[in-house]
């Protein structure tokens, strides 16, 4: 059983920043496919960013050039830096991880985007 924590969102006014936080409970040396989703009130869960286990990263066009998503030093930790924020980008975000074939997700952080 895989377990994520994720951590880091907020309330925050347009164009502010906000980093997000999200450690797997694998070993921190072997690297897993990691992403992150997003799913506001309403609407279906979406990816905002993923990295695969080569490195390969990929960004919804909504959050690119806004968004990074990158590792830590320790293999089972993935960060969403979140840059330029709009009040569209509020949503709950999710941290997933694929580990032996199965997704695995986190239990979620909100992050709102309001004057």
């Known amino acids: 059983q895989v377990q994520l924590v994720e951590s880091g969102g907020g309330l925050v006014q347009p164009g502010g920043s906000l980093r997000l936080s999200c450690v797997a409970s694998?070993?921190?040396?072997?690297?897993?496919?990691m992403g992150w989703y997003r799913q506001a009130p309403g609407k279906q869960r979406e990816l905002v960013a993923r990295?695969?286990?080569?490195?390969?990263?990929n960004y919804a066009d909504s959050v690119k050039g806004r968004f990074t998503i990158s590792r830590g030093n320790a293999k089972n930790t993935v960060y969403l830096q979140m840059n330029s924020l709009k009040p569209e980008d509020t949503a709950v975000y999710y941290c997933?991880?694929?580990?032996?074939?199965?997704?695995?997700w986190g239990q979620g952080t909100q992050v709102t985007v309001s004057s």
């Open positions: 990295i695969t286990s080569g490195g390969s990263i």
């Open positions: 694998t070993s921190t040396f072997v690297i897993y496919p």
């Open positions: 997933n991880l694929v580990y032996r074939e199965l997704g695995y």
